[in-house]
């Protein structure tokens, strides 16, 4: 389910003729080692695609126009060898729409003492040519990441590379499509939100079906369909009955299976990447889908609970820009359920009534059967784990009533310190930068939800240049997070996205 376009990065090269053809050939010999040994790194998620050195205002104009059209490009990563007149770049800057790096690097990474003469000096000098062209990005007020360092240096390489995922981000917002299927949980606020201004800033299309459409594709799955699925399942989790009868067991469990295959055919059919659901508001469904939203979760589909859109959408986001992550830990939506204040120790456990992506387990993976507190249907089947240690990021989209915001904080997740044997909900346990309480003031003083979009995958930075691109605002919580100054970034941002 999760597949990624194939996509590509252009890199472009500026220059100008006033040096001489045997001058552009160096630029165009050493732009192509650079792009060379940037795919050969094995850092990079996307393949870099060199192209020809950019010198006119005509050429500039003609490449961005093809870099807009061409749907594998994701972006361009541009790189003044020499000195290019910015005004060259006016043009064809003004048409752009795709993600945009500027690379600030030079050829040599030594200045050649013994040799260096004029000309030398004249054909390397991205160090004033990045400048000028870096001032006309910035007098256009065009959103872009800058790199600055050699291009062989691992660290340099892994910058663009974290930048491409957030490339990958902005690209793919506008192809999320979230199926509701439900409508915001009564009376909740943050939850709620404006669906025409999250299509018009992120190109979501946020829809809903009545919620027994998606039951009558439940419905039409097949008995052969469903047991192969529960098979699947029984080799592949724990099953703790806990008590109940086998038999009883897995008919609860094979109502999740034709839940997954249902939801997933419908969501196929009707092209959404992302679903929300409510407890209060299933239909003809027998359970609260469970085990079936874990399992689409894990696939790639973000979710919601309560009729979330926005953290569905959010959840779908992290989880295209993670898409192929080498030894990816997961993402997943959580909520923050309960605290341990005990000094020391103290940290959010993260659950939900069942919904948990498994992407984020650590350790075996259980099918449970248990009551829910709230509804009225049959005992859902769910998936209960723990989770891995490590840093991730929790990431909130509120909506302020005039204008988006997006809550980061570093969490760092840990182990319980003990099992927890009558908890029937996968979890997580974190314990938010810069401390518990600080973290915890800031997150409510900037308006942040209970859910939350999380990764182990992906940073701050990533998720934050993303919001930038889409021109909304991010707020950070983070090691350096005093609440005086994080009070003034948000008195700063009433100011600047008024
Ligand atoms: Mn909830």
Redesign the pocket.
């Known amino acids: 389910m999760l597949q990624v376009k194939n996509y590509k990065f252009w890199f472009c090269t500026g220059s100008q003729d006033l040096y001489g053809d045997e001058c552009l050939a160096k630029v165009a010999e050493h732009s192509k080692i650079i792009v060379e040994k940037l795919n050969e790194s094995g850092i990079l998620p996307y393949e870099v695609v060199w192209k020809p050195t950019l010198i006119t205002n005509e050429l500039i104009r003609k490449t961005f126009n093809e870099a807009n059209l061409d749907e594998e490009c994701a972006g361009v990563i541009t790189w003044m060898h020499t000195f290019s007149p910015a005004k060259s770049w006016i043009l064809g800057l003004q048409e752009f729409r795709k993600p945009l790096l500027h690379l600030h690097t030079q050829f040599n990474e030594e200045i050649p003492y013994d040799s260096i003469d004029m000309d030398f000096m004249n054909e390397n000098q991205s160090a004033h040519g990045d400048r000028e062209y870096g001032h006309i990005v910035s007098r256009m007020r065009i959103e872009r990441k800058v790199v600055a360092g050699h291009w062989s240096d691992p660290i340099v390489v892994g910058k663009i590379a974290s930048w491409m995922r957030t490339a990958i981000g902005i690209v793919e917002s506008s192809h999320i499509r979230v199926m509701r299927v439900a409508d915001n949980m009564r009376n909740v606020a943050v939850t709620e939100g404006d669906k025409v201004e999250a299509q018009i800033k992120f190109g979501w299309e946020i829809d809903t079906y009545p919620v027994n459409e998606i039951a009558e594709s439940v419905d039409a799955v097949s008995v052969s369909d469903v047991n192969a699925l529960v098979e699947e399942y029984y080799s592949k989790y724990e099953i703790l009955l806990e008590g109940r009868d086998p038999e009883e067991f897995k008919k609860h469990v094979a109502v999740q299976a034709q839940i997954e295959l249902g939801f997933e055919r419908f969501l196929k059919e009707k092209n959404y990447q992302a679903i929300v659901t409510h407890f209060g508001d299933l239909g003809s469904l027998k359970q609260l889908p469970g085990l079936a939203i874990q399992r689409l979760m894990e696939k790639g589909y973000g979710f919601g ?2 009729g979330d859109w926005k953290v569905a959408a959010m959840v779908r986001l992290m989880k295209i820009m993670t898409a192929d992550v080498k030894n990816a830990k997961g993402t997943s939506m959580l ?1 923050d359920y309960t605290y341990n204040l005990v000094k020391g120790k103290e940290g959010i456990l993260q659950a ?2 069942l919904e948990i992506c498994p992407s984020i387990a650590d350790g075996p993976i259980s099918i449970k059967c248990q009551p829910l507190s709230m509804g009225d249907r049959e005992d859902p089947a769910r998936l209960v784990f723990t989770s891995k240690e490590g840093s991730g990021v929790a990431a909130s989209l509120i909506d302020l009533g005039n204008r988006f915001r997006l809550i980061l904080n570093d969490v760092d997740c840990k182990k319980v310190e003990k099992p927890m044997p009558k908890l029937p909900v996968a979890t997580n346990f974190w314990t938010p930068q810069p401390d518990m309480y600080t973290g915890a003031e800031a997150w409510i003083l900037a308006g942040g939800a ?2 939350t979009a999380f990764s182990y995958d992906l940073t701050a930075e990533q998720m934050g240049d993303w919001a930038a691109a889409m021109g909304i605002e991010a707020v950070y919580i983070d090691k350096d997070t005093k609440i005086r100054d994080f009070k003034r970034d948000l008195m700063l941002g009433e100011i600047f996205y008024r």
């Open positions: 609970a309560e909520e939900h009534m209970h859910h």
